[in-house]
Every structure is written in C-alpha cells, then in structure tokens.
C-alpha cells in the first residue's frame, strides 16, 4: 500500500527532476547565446534567474517537511539528504549559466575579435549534467562514476582556453580587460562541470552509501 511518506518521496523525485531540466535547458542556451552571438538570449536568462532560485527553495523546504513529519531512514533518508545537495548544485549551476551570459554582455561588442569556441566544452558538459540526472533516475552507478572521470576532459578544455586567451593578451594588450572577460566563461563552464560531478557523486552515495568526495 502506498503511504504519505511514499507520495512525498516521488514528488521530490519529480521535482528534482525538473529543476534538472530546467537548469540543463539554461546551461546549454547561455552556451548557444555565445556561439549565436544571440544578446537577447543571453539577458533572457539573467531576467528569470529568480525561477530556479524559487524552485530550489521549495525542493528543500519539502525535503525538510518530510524530514519533520515522516523522519525517513535507510534508502529514504539518504534520498532526501542527496536531493538536498543536488538541489544545491543545481541552483548554482544555474547562477554559473547567468554569468556565462552576464560575461558575454559585457563583450559582445569585441566578441568576434578573439572567438573562442566553446561548443565542444559547453556540450561535453552539458552531457555530463543530464548523465548525472539519468543516474539519478535510474540508479546506475557505472554511468555516475563515468561522469566522474569526463570532468578532467572539461578541466583540459579550460586549460586550452587559457592558453589561447594568454597568447591574444601578449598580442593586444589593450584588451586584456576584455579577453580576461572572455577566458572566464571557460572557467564558469569548468565550474558547471565540478557541479555536476558533485550531483554524481551524490548518486553514488545514494546507491551505495558511501561518501566518495576528495578521493
């Protein structure tokens, strides 16, 4: 039989989710703003940042009801400590996609002058967030620990983009404030990729019970 402790469980499931979505959905446009050279699309994100922000805090003000009225143990309470993490990084990497789009606002006008394409970064990482969410729903800790072991790929990628943005700074001096601009939006996609490694590792603590960060 179906309890109120069970129906509280899948609704946070479901809410976390879509939060996931939402924040995978704002990530991958405040990318294609940049590649699209779209300035709309770029403030369109820093205008609704306050709808992640509301739906975090309602996913842990759940969480924490269902803390005070059912006090879950076993499976149950590692979810809810898990989702309440996950919540977490999934609102600040969405606060990294509005400052992905609020660091191209700042440069659009120079934006062609040292194009720097972050499409292959922006999708790796993209793919890692949604791969996290996929091990959340269907509990598969291969595909958590692999997402674990792509975030070096993204950290290379920064690497790069460093080392390209440092030789355009040694050529055009004059635009070293902007170029720095233009070198941390790989770092906030570098950023969205240790988040996301966070959520899978959460998932791995969810399924096996034991806490891998730092190792």
């Known amino acids: 039989m179906t309890t109120h402790l069970d129906r509280a469980m899948l609704r946070i499931k479901k809410e976390i989710l879509a939060l996931g979505a939402m924040v995978e959905d704002r990530f991958k446009k405040s990318v294609n703003a940049i590649q699209t050279d779209d300035l709309v699309k770029a403030q369109s994100i820093i205008d609704t940042d306050f709808e992640v922000d509301e739906r975090e805090i309602e996913i842990e003000e759940e969480c924490l009801k269902v803390l005070a009225l059912y006090q879950p143990v076993a499976t149950d309470l590692r979810l809810i400590v898990a989702v309440i ?3 977490n990084d999934l609102e600040r990497i969405a606060d990294y996609a509005v400052n992905i789009a609020k660091r191209y606002k700042t440069s659009y006008k120079n934006y062609n002058k040292f194009k720097y394409d972050y499409t292959p970064m922006g ?16 509990r598969d800790i291969d595909m958590a620990y692999l997402v674990r072991e792509m ?3 993204v950290n290379k990628m920064r690497n790069d983009a460093y080392g390209i943005m440092k030789a355009d700074i040694q050529k055009h001096p004059e635009m070293v404030a902007e170029i720095i601009n233009m070198y941390l939006i790989s770092r906030h996609i570098e950023r969205v990729g240790d988040h996301t490694t966070n959520i899978a590792e959460e998932v791995i603590y ?9 190792t």
């Open 85 to 87: 993490k996950i919540n």
């Open 151 to 153: 975030d070096t790929r």
């Open 123 to 138: 999708d790796l990482a993209a793919k890692m967030l949604k791969m996290s969410l996929d091990s959340l729903v269907l």
């Open 206 to 214: 969810l399924i096996e019970g034991e806490i891998i960060r730092h």
